[in-house]
Every structure is written in structure tokens, then in C-alpha cells.
């Protein structure tokens, strides 16, 4: 029995972990006054604490067994019977420990862990009104736990972009205001660059060939016996 628990707790984990987040469902729960459910999947609540969604496995396998192995319809009825009274007893357990409002949803799962013991519950459509009218507790297979929880992360991911809408707004406001100053810095920046190139024109260009005919009276001194004084100063100024 313990093992077969185990089985079940183990198979619901990897469902949740796979598709949820670690902070959205906590396991074995506290619910109020010691009782401790196996899984919670954490809703959006009123205030600041999470709305708690019991998950409880569940995994009656010799009356399950008993019905794969009877032989003849007086036998098949008489499984199907006490399979379907087991599963009423775990609903039973389930409502009256792990459903109480406003602290928990109005409903709680119960998760079957293998197709077969889950298809032999949905087929019984009068049990499973039951659970569900009765006891407010919904059954669920792999599958079907699958699709409720994916539907369950879109709506996570739509109500964490509304919450964080605000945010990003005030990101994009902030960014605007940086663009602004950047815009402003980069056209000082410009026009120093464009000040630096003026004035490396002046030394490479003019300062240079005055430089380069002062050289060039140099080497004419020993033909002519003078040298023309040129105005440096004067003409690259101008």
C-alpha cells in the first residue's frame, strides 16, 4: 500500500514540476489544524496569501485488479461495485479534510495515476457526477491533469502581465528619459569631434607646409647665401 502511495505521489510530482513553477503548488501541505494534503497547486487570492487547490493521490489497485480479473458479468458488477465504492470513500475523505473555504478552492483534485483506472471512473458517469456534485471533488488522470494544469500556467502568465504591465511602463518611461540625456551627450560628443578634426587639419595641413618651405630655404642657403624669415605665426592663423 505504501508503495503504491508512493507510485502515485511520485507520478503527480513530475506532472506538476514538469508543467508548473516551484513557487505555484507546494507539497504536503498544511491546510488548517495539523491536516496535510499531498500536493496544493497555489491560485491568485484576494489579498496577499495564494488561493490553495487540493491534489490528492489516489490508487485503489486490488479493486481495480479484481475487476481486470473477473471472468464472467455477476463478477465484473460486483468489482465494478466496490471499485466505485472505494473511489466514493476517497472522495469522501478528501472534502471533508483538505476542502475548507475561503483558505482552499471550493474543490479539490483527486488524481488516479494510471489511463486505465481513470477511464474505468469517467465510463461510470452517475459516480462521477457524484464526486463532482456531492463531495466537490473532480477525478483526473494523467492526461486530463496534464491539460488542467497547462491551462492553469496560461493563466498564470496572463495575470503575471497584468500585474507586471505597470512596471514595464515605467521601465519604458525611464529608458525615454535615459535616451534624452544619451541624445544630449552624443551631440556635445559630436561637436568636439568635429572641433578636434578642425584642429588637426590645422596642424597636419598648414602648420605642416610652412613647416616643409621653411626646410626647403634651408637646403637653398648654400646657393643663394640667404634665407627668407617666413611669418608662421601669421599665416596659420590665417
Known amino acids: 500500500v505504501k508503495e503504491r502511495g508512493t507510485y ?30 499531498e500536493f496544493v497547486i497555489k491560485l491568485p487570492g484576494n489579498g496577499d496569501a495564494p488561493l490553495l487547490l487540493p491534489i490528492d493521490s489516489k490508487f485503489p489497485i486490488e479493486d481495480y485488479n479484481r475487476l481486470l480479473d473477473a471472468e464472467d458479468k455477476t463478477a465484473i458488477d460486483e468489482a465494478r461495485k466496490s471499485l466505485a465504492a472505494k473511489i466514493r470513500s476517497f472522495a469522501k475523505d478528501i472534502s471533508d479534510k483538505y476542502i475548507l473555504p475561503p483558505k482552499t478552492t471550493d474543490f479539490a483534485l483527486m488524481f488516479l495515476p494510471t489511463e486505465g483506472l481513470y477511464a474505468e471512473v469517467v465510463q461510470n458517469v452517475p459516480l462521477f457526477e457524484e464526486l463532482r456534485n456531492k463531495y466537490k471533488v473532480t477525478a483526473v488522470g494523467a492526461t486530463t491533469l496534464s491539460a488542467f494544469l497547462s491551462s492553469l500556467q496560461i493563466g498564470f502568465k496572463t495575470l503575471a502581465i497584468e500585474q507586471r504591465s ?32 578642425k584642429t588637426l587639419e590645422t596642424i597636419v595641413g598648414v602648420r605642416t607646409r610652412m613647416i616643409n618651405r621653411a626646410l626647403r630655404d634651408v637646403e637653398e642657403l648654400g646657393e643663394t647665401g640667404s634665407i627668407k624669415l617666413l611669418e608662421v605665426t601669421d599665416e596659420a592663423d590665417e
Not at 512596471?167 to 535615459?178: F, H
Request: proline share 2%; no cysteine.
Open 166 to 197: 505597470q512596471e514595464v511602463w515605467d521601465i519604458l518611461r525611464a529608458v525615454k528619459k535615459q535616451f534624452g540625456e544619451f541624445e544630449k551627450v552624443l551631440s556635445t560628443a559630436h561637436k568636439q569631434i568635429q572641433t578636434a578634426d
Open 8 to 37: 502515485g505521489e511520485v507520478r503527480l510530482e513530475k506532472l506538476l514540476s514538469d508543467i508548473l513553477a516551484p513557487s505555484q503548488y507546494e507539497t504536503n501541505a498544511e491546510i488548517s489544524g495539523g491536516k496535510r494534503v
